[in-house]
C-alpha cells in the first residue's frame, strides 16, 4: 500500500480525502469505487461546504466508513496506520478518528500507548492540516498479505508490550452472545463439554483489550464462532491450532486467510445454520448448531 503525502488537502474522520480539484481515488474504500463520478461530484461538494478544522503540521487519514465494525476497524484502518506509522512519529502529526467511539476503539488507544496522537473530528466536520498523510486502502488479498500482516502483528505487539508473553498451554473457547447474529444454539452444550476438558470459555464480553490480548497470547489452541472476536488473532503466537466454528453453508475464508498469513494452522467445523423468525434469510445472518459428537472426536485430538 502506497502512502501518500498531500499539500492543500482536506480529510473528514472517515477516511475521505479531497485535494483541491478532486476525490483522492488512490486512497478511497472500495465501497465508494464502485459508485460513478456524480457520487464522487456530492462528495467533493459536501466536503467543501463543511466546516474545516485548521489543524498545523500533518493530519494522518486512517479510518473508513466502516471504522465501528471490530474485524474492519483492526484489520483494515490499525494496518493502515501502521503502514503510515513513521509519519505518526512525527511531533507535528495527528491521527484523526470519528469522534464518537466504541469501548474497543478507546481500547486500542490505549493498547497502543497513542492517547496523545489521536485527534478526535466531529462527524460533520473537516480536518484541514498543512498535510493529508494517507495510503491505500487494502484489497481482499492485501489485507491478508502475509508479511505486511506479521509485520503489523509485531507492530501492535511492541507497543502493547506483549512480545515476550509466550503461550502457556492454554485451550480457549470463544462463544458469542445469544442475542448477535450468528450465535451458538447450543452453546450451553458446547461450554459443558470443553469445561470437562479444561478449556476455558468466554465470550470476551466485559473484558477489556488487552485481558483478551492476554488470553490470546497464552492460547496454544482457540476454538471460537465465526466473528469479530477472531480479530484477536493477531495477538496469537504463530503455531496456534485455531478452529473455526462457521456456516456449512457459507464460504467465509476471511479468519482462515488470516490465519495462515500469521502462521497459525487452521481447521474449519461446519456448522447447521438456523434462522430465526421474521429475521433476514441470508447465510450471514443465520445462528449455527454445531455437532456436539463431531465436536468431541475433536477436542479429543487435543487432549
Known sequence: MKAYRLHGAIANPFGIVTTPTSIHNESLHPVFNRYGLATKVRLVASALLKHKIRLEGDAISFCSVIYDNYYHFTIECLQRLFILRKHL????????????????HRDWIELLGLQEKIFLIALQGIAKPERVVTCGYPSAGEVHNAGVLTDFRSWVLERAKLSETESEGLKLFIGRRPDRRHSLINQSDVYDLLGSYGWVCTDFEGMSLAEQAILMRRASHVLAVHGAALSNLIFCNPGVEVVELANMTWENKVFENMA????????????????????????????????????????????
Open 89 to 104: 512519529e512525527k511531533n507535528y502529526a495527528v491521527a484523526i478518528m470519528p469522534e464518537i467511539l466504541g469501548h474497543y
Open 260 to 303: 495462515s498469513a500469521l502462521g497459525l494452522s487452521y481447521r474449519r467445523v461446519g456448522c447447521e445454520p438456523f434462522y430465526r423468525p421474521g429475521g433476514q434469510k441470508r447465510a450471514n445472518f443465520a445462528d449455527l448448531f454445531v455437532d456436539i459428537v463431531r465436536l468431541r472426536r475433536l477436542v479429543n485430538l487435543y487432549g
